[in-house]
């Protein structure tokens, strides 16, 4: 149980376009998603809490107008990057978390992006 | 500020020895934990998780932490290594709902 897929794995881009990642929690409701970045050799890095029929919480420093957040349903939440540059290239993860007091995080697979 | 630290960068270990890494978080209450791994190019997999209760938390792949308040600590234990947990680890701490994490552990096992 607690499966999350992401789709794409990996996608590549072209400056200046857009891109959107899904993130799905397979089995399992996910009253809240998350969405990491994840820069080679270091730890995640939170970007944005999504709660499903709501606006996305962005952490400091996270552009929320760069990084388009919808959770349109208790499985579904998705991360569009918007007009993309070489910097936006790394590693996106996303998790759902379970509800209740003992809350844990589930994270999907990840997917790589690369922005020529 | 509350904080994850792995102290140990880099870990290199014999296959079917045993494996200890270290996790210390500075909270001001008890957070939950939560170990996961990393496989390159993969997500994160849960390992285990502490809550409350037995300080010794059984986990998957035959890993266990124990959870110490007096040291702030939850290190991770397996006692005999497979050449398959050769990945990263990472020690992490909820506080309401958000996950914090250390800077991660590279695990490299050697025949």
């Known amino acids: 149980g607690a499966v999350v897929s992401q789709h794409p794995s990996r996608v590549i881009c072209k400056s200046g376009t857009s891109v959107k990642i899904e993130c799905r929690s397979l089995d399992f409701q996910a009253t809240t998603m998350f969405w990491y970045r994840q820069f080679p050799k270091q730890s995640l890095m939170l970007m944005a809490t999504?709660?499903?029929?709501?606006?996305?919480?962005?952490e400091q420093g996270v552009e929320k107008d760069k990084f388009l957040i919808n959770h349109a349903s208790l499985t579904l939440s998705t991360l569009t990057v918007t007009s993309a540059h070489p910097e936006d290239s790394s590693f996106y993860i996303c998790?759902?978390?379970?509800?209740?007091?003992?809350?844990?995080?589930?994270f999907g697979p990840g997917t790589r992006l690369l922005v020529l | 500020a509350q904080s994850v630290t792995q102290p140990d960068i880099h870990i290199t270990v014999s296959e079917g020895a045993s494996l200890e890494l270290r996790c210390n978080y500075s909270?001001?209450?008890?957070?939950?934990l939560f170990w996961y791994v990393q496989s390159p190019g993969q997500g994160l997999q849960l390992l285990l998780k502490y809550f409350s209760g037995d300080t010794l938390v059984q986990g998957i792949k035959g890993f266990e932490a124990e959870f110490k308040r007096s040291q702030s600590s939850f290190n991770l234990r397996k006692p005999s290594v497979h050449w398959s947990d050769a990945a990263e680890y990472f020690c992490a701490a909820r506080d309401d709902y958000k996950l914090s994490f250390g800077a991660g552990t590279t695990v490299t096992v050697r025949a």
């Open positions: 999504s709660n499903e029929g709501s606006k996305a919480t962005y």
């Open positions: 909270y001001g209450a008890t957070p939950y």
């Open positions: 998790s759902a978390g379970t509800s209740g007091e003992q809350e844990t995080q589930y």
